[in-house]
Every structure is written in structure tokens, then in C-alpha cells.
């Protein structure tokens, strides 16, 4: 963690702040644009990005901030629609099974318990639940800039993803790629959209962030094949009854004792 935090919410009311996160909401909104009356769940801060599916008409939205240095701070606005609240990332205070969609950014990269986390979203999640997930790319300028949220915590790269939600029973179904201009042009709206629309058809491995949609993987605990399993033989010859059948059984397995009836 760095000694000097950049707290989301100061960012996000800044100009680079509101120009990222537009940007940003383009891709997501790429990946669900249409969530009906779904549950959703924000972890980490996502108060930016939340309006995108909260609706008077929809379903239950909900802000869950991390009690961390960088999304603990709460907004001076807050968008109408949406409850917000201070959350433990070990011990989320909703029942099991209850939405149908949990996004999480600025999450991962500052929580000190990714894996704690993770399996905390395992369970607040229905089964055919779908998470929506944005972390710092490893190799991206993002990621080594002390000046945005993006760059307070731990990057990842998409193997390590991959791997981690693979551990927490959940399988990585699409990738993409998001905010490719560097941080310190962040405020140039214009040049913002025209490199984030090249980014994304030349080079979507290169966004500062990634954006990672996953499922359950309800059958990864299942074996691939049933084990097999044998039943003892019986021995039947019409007439017998079945003791008989049982000495003739044991008569025939070498036992000088059994008889058959």
C-alpha cells in the first residue's frame, strides 16, 4: 500500500476523476447493458460506475465500500437510487444467495484478503450470478501512478485473475481492456475517447485496467466421470433359497466349513 493514498472519492470529484470514470462506464456498460430488475452489488468504490443499472423501476442497488484507506471516504454526492454503506471485505453483512450481480472495483488491488474477499462474493451471489470485476493491469501505466486509486494497491495480470477466482469456485468468461491513455492526460476528454476506441480494436491487453466478467463454476467440484462402484455377486440357481446360495458361495471361495443347505 502506498504511504500516500489517493482516495477514490476525492478522485472521482476531481476532472481526471470524472473523465475516468466515463470512460470506464462505456466498457462496463459494454458488458451488461441490461440488468431488468436484477440485484446488483458494488464492493470496493463503485459510485461512479453503480447509476449505470440503478433504476426507480429496478431492482435493489446497493454501494458496499471497503473499510480500506482508499474507498472508505464517502462521496459529497451520492447518486439517488442506490444505498450505500461501510463494509468488512471478510464478512459482508447481506444473506447468502441474494445478488444477481456484484461488481467490484477498487477492490481486489487495496483489500489486504483478495482471497477472503472473493469468497465472501462466492456467497452473497446467486448460482447464476454473474461478477463484473475491474483490477489494475500489472504491465499498465495506471498501475504505477501514485496520482489514482488504480494505483494504491496491488496490480495483477490476467493469469493471475484467471487463477485466483479459479480458486474461489468462479470461472473467467470474458476479457477486456480499458483506459489506455495515460493518467496524466486522464482530463482530455476528446483524446480520451479516441485512444480508448483504438485501444480496444488494436491492442486490448494494453489498458491500464482490466475488465473480467465471471460466473459460478458450480461443477468444478464435481467429478468428471461417476466413480464406479461394485456390488457384491450374488450366485442364484433356481430351487435354492438364499442361505443356500450364501453356502454354496462360500463353498466355492475355498471354505471347508460352509455347506449349503
Known amino acids: 500500500m502506498q504511504v500516500d493514498i489517493r482516495a477514490a472519492a476525492r478522485f472521482y470529484a476531481s476532472r481526471p476523476g470524472e473523465n475516468t470514470a466515463r470512460l470506464l462506464r462505456q466498457r462496463l456498460q459494454a458488458f451488461w447493458p441490461h440488468t431488468g430488475g436484477d440485484r446488483v452489488l458494488g464492493l470496493g468504490y463503485t459510485l461512479p460506475f453503480l447509476p449505470l443499472w440503478s433504476r426507480p423501476d429496478r431492482g435493489l442497488c446497493v454501494s458496499a465500500r471497503l473499510d480500506t484507506a482508499v474507498t472508505r471516504e464517502a462521496p459529497s454526492e451520492r447518486a439517488a437510487g442506490i444505498h450505500d454503506c461501510l463494509v468488512d471485505e471478510g464478512r459482508l453483512p447481506f444473506p447468502e444467495l441474494h445478488f444477481d450481480r456484484v461488481v467490484l472495483v477498487h477492490?481486489?488491488?487495496v483489500t489486504h484478503r483478495p482471497d477472503d474477499l472473493i469468497r465472501s462474493v462466492w456467497k452473497v451471489m446467486k448460482d447464476d450470478g454473474r461478477?463484473?470485476?475491474?483490477?489494475?493491469?500489472?504491465?499498465?501505466w495506471w498501475a504505477h501512478s501514485d496520482d489514482t486509486p488504480f494505483g494504491q494497491g496491488t496490480p495483477f495480470s490476467p493469469r493471475q485473475i484467471t487463477r485466483r477466482l479459479a480458486h474461489a469456485f468462479l470461472r473467467a468468461e470474458r476479457h477486456d481492456g480499458a483506459?489506455?491513455?495515460?493518467?496524466?492526460?486522464a482530463a482530455l476528454r476528446r483524446l480520451g475517447a479516441v485512444t480508448e476506441a483504438v485501444g480496444h480494436m488494436l491492442l486490448p491487453g494494453l489498458g491500464g485496467v482490466f475488465v473480467i466478467e465471471a460466473v459460478k463454476d458450480v461443477y468444478s467440484g464435481v467429478p468428471?466421470?461417476?466413480?464406479?462402484?461394485?456390488?457384491?455377486?450374488?450366485?442364484?440357481?433356481p430351487g435354492l433359497t438364499a442361505r443356500s446360495c450364501a453356502g454354496r458361495h462360500a463353498a466355492r471361495q475355498g471354505d471347508p466349513s460352509a455347506k449349503a443347505g
Open 107 to 109: 477492490a481486489l488491488e
Open 179 to 185: 483506459l489506455f491513455l495515460p493518467p496524466v492526460a
Open 224 to 237: 468428471a466421470a461417476p466413480a464406479l462402484i461394485r456390488a457384491p455377486r450374488r450366485i442364484y440357481e
Open 131 to 140: 461478477l463484473l470485476l475491474v483490477v489494475p493491469n500489472r504491465a499498465g
